[in-house]
């Protein structure tokens, strides 16, 4: 790592030189407003929200800008908020203000800028508001997009494209008609979208948000009991209950990303329709049983099944050692070598 030593505001900071002044900054606690930054993906400079005044003479964005040896940054001067009071009333007058109804409130960068750039209510009410609500695209099982609430940062699009590689999302139509769309601004279901949330997570507004969402008291780290990749999970829980879930941070197996079942598949630790007992279907249908007898059962039909009758399919839920011995119970008991995984199919 190179050293650069920089000055912020008049504050002398040494920082690795191979970050930006955005980063570099925030590293050291200072907020610069920003929108289409994230520390994951390639830097855009889509919002111009980054504005900084670098040596006293020139302007730049300081999500693209990497730092260099002696930089001198200020962070906010005259020009630099009159600028960006510009490029956030735009923002706002195209979006939906109704803040209490949307899951993102007091979560959202959006008000975190606007917090701190100040918002003038006579100056936005000059501005020509926007003429008409867009539907919110609930066709996905898992979030609904609204594109009212969208800043345009392509946060959404870059993560699809960059960490994803599903490209399912990209900007629609041009001007004040651009929104983030699916092929041929199809319903979200219909695209080829894989449901992972990985873009939901990383909307820095409202527009991207998991269905019934309520907001968790505190979450319980664990690991994913889905496949055997053993991704770190962070369960939100509220009232006992597990209402959402996320990727751990830094986890060296997912490193904080979730598929769909990791993101979005535990409604069935809730679910009233779990089996609690063993079942045994007689002719008045399925009825409760003891385990004794469960598996007296099932080793009696299994005896009558050996050979090419029988097939096994083991499962990614189940550990390495299960999986070895249902194969050895497989081959060495049942006769067979019908033995399957569930990864193969
Ligand atoms: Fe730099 Fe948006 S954060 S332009």
Redo the contacts with the bound molecule.
Sequence with gaps: MTIATITVNGLELTVDSELTI?QASMKKGIYIP????HNELE?V??????LVEVDGNWKT????TKVYDGMQVKTETDEINAIRKVALELLIADHDTDCLACAQNTNCALQRVADHIGVDTARLARMKPREKVLPVDTSNPFFDFNPNRCVL?GICVRTCDEIVNVNAIDFAYRGLGTKVAGFGDKPRLESNCVSCGECLVRCPVGALTEKNYQRPVSYVKTVCSYCGCGCGLMLGVRNNRIVTAKGEPGNKASDGKLCVKGRFGFKYVNSPERLRHPLIKRESGFVAVSWDEALDYVAEKLADSKGESFAAIASAKCTNEDNYVLQKFTRSVMQTNNIDHCARL
């Excluded at 964005?61 to 693209?64: D, G, T, V, Y």
């Design positions: 955005l920003h929108l289409c930054h830097p400079g889509a919002c111009r929200l980054c964005l300081a999500c693209k940062c």
